[in-house]
């Protein structure tokens, strides 16, 4: 039988190389994103999704329910981020990181739970190792992955009845365009290329399901970059 995946933040990015992996895995993806995405398959669903918006978050799961009522993949992938110090951070930005990385969950898993199956459906969030290690300049950051790793360990407890899997993938730096933006001066060849992402992620994805990884940390050989 066809699985069916949900990928918030497919538009770009790892979010756009997910929906790909897992197309090519045989999923029908239904792919959740503010601009839309460049990916065209049969099997791929484009529908706008404002994850901050909870009238949008209804209607991106009324448009999934016209498709299917069961989910076997979920991926929570939508997230911003910048860099900025203390001083420099602004009261919006601050409530922005929250809004996308830690509200933006709630108001996904608010509506996940009739979509579970039991014993089968597998809910992977795309974290950071800021959710765990506090790093400079991106205090709104920390604070809404911080907060996002909490919220999803407290549902994994929640949800114990419904036997499905947890995995939250915690990785270092990956080199994407995002960096082209934040004007850092970190190395980039130090950072995770988005094809040692992917090898992780297709590992614990075709896994056998009596496995869970439920949490996985990884970073580029070099360690954390400073």
Request: proline share 3%; glycine share 8%; with cysteine.
């Amino acid at each position: 039988m066809e699985k069916c995946a949900l990928v918030t933040g497919s538009s770009s990015g790892l979010g756009l190389e997910i929906s790909k992996f897992l197309i090519d895995s045989g999923y029908t993806v239904f792919g959740g994103s503010r601009s839309g995405t460049e990916l065209e398959h049969e099997n791929f669903y484009d529908v706008e999704l404002d994850i901050t918006s909870e009238d949008s978050v209804e209607e991106f799961f009324e448009t999934v329910r016209e498709f299917t009522t069961k989910l076997d993949l979920i991926v929570n992938n939508a997230g911003i981020c910048e860099m900025n110090s203390l001083s420099d951070t602004s009261l919006e930005q601050f409530e922005a990181h929250l809004a996308t990385n830690t509200i933006g969950p709630f108001l996904l898993f608010k509506r996940l739970e009739p979509f579970l199956i039991k014993n089968e459906t597998h809910i992977v969030s795309i974290l950071s190792t800021a959710a765990k290690f506090g790093y400079p300049n991106v205090s709104a950051y920390n604070a809404s992955k911080f907060g996002q790793l909490g919220f999803l360990e407290s549902i994994k407890k929640e949800w114990k009845e419904h036997k499905v899997r947890f995995t939250n993938l915690l990785p270092g730096a990956i080199d994407t365009p995002l960096w082209d933006k934040m004007g850092s001066k970190f190395s980039r060849e130090k950072m995770l290329k988005t094809s040692d992402f992917m090898s992780v992620f297709g590992f614990v994805i075709n896994a056998p399901s009596t496995i869970q990884f439920p949490e996985l940390t990884f970073l580029h050989k070099d360690g954390f970059i400073e």
